[in-house]
């Protein structure tokens, strides 16, 4: 039976909302099941010695959250907002968490992430009110207020740090990261070369 593909990002993330119908397409067509792996993104990009994006200069957050993303959202076929989400600096344990709580509960967890990342980078969603993600949940037919609930767990809490800790074991540095039979991709526009993996496992 083939693995599946590993899958590494933060609910909050802007490349994995612009590689996330891509990634679920790649792997439909491949037959591979997707791992869902929601990890503390700030935490992993420290652990890598990167510096935080709040403290690089204005020329390049202009660049990684404007034109690249703008250019890649037309790509992609992906919408966004003007701008940056105006609660991108909150707290991102809640939403991460519901994916968590969802997969335990035996949901199927892409079109729940999906839909946090498209309403964080689409509708301006605060991710980190519980009344905004059950609503999320609920109109995309998931149980909001269960799994809410099942997001404060003892083991929905570990499973994230053990995901946070796996991930900066394996020197991810950033979201999304795809691993494919052990073999990492960072960022979504790996995509393609991720798509060649699944096929034809790179030398």
Known sequence: MSKPIEYFYSAHSAYAWLGSARV????RAAGRRIEHR???LR?????????PFTERTPGHRAYFFGREMKRWAEQRGAALMEGMPTHHRHDITLPNC??????????E???LA?????????????????????ALAEREGYPGAALLERAASDSVRARYEENTNEAITRSVFGSPTYFVDGDMFYGQDRLEMVERALREPYR
């Open 24 to 27: 679920m397409e790649v792997a």
């Open 38 to 40: 929601p990890m503390n």
């Open 43 to 51: 935490r992993v990009v420290e652990a890598a010695g990167s510096v």
């Open 98 to 107: 519901l994916i968590i709580a969802a997969i335990e509960a035996g949901h």
């Open 109 to 111: 967890a892409g079109r």
């Open 114 to 134: 999906h839909a946090l990342l498209s309403a964080h980078w689409t509708e301006d969603a605060d991710l980190a009110e519980p009344a905004t993600l059950r």
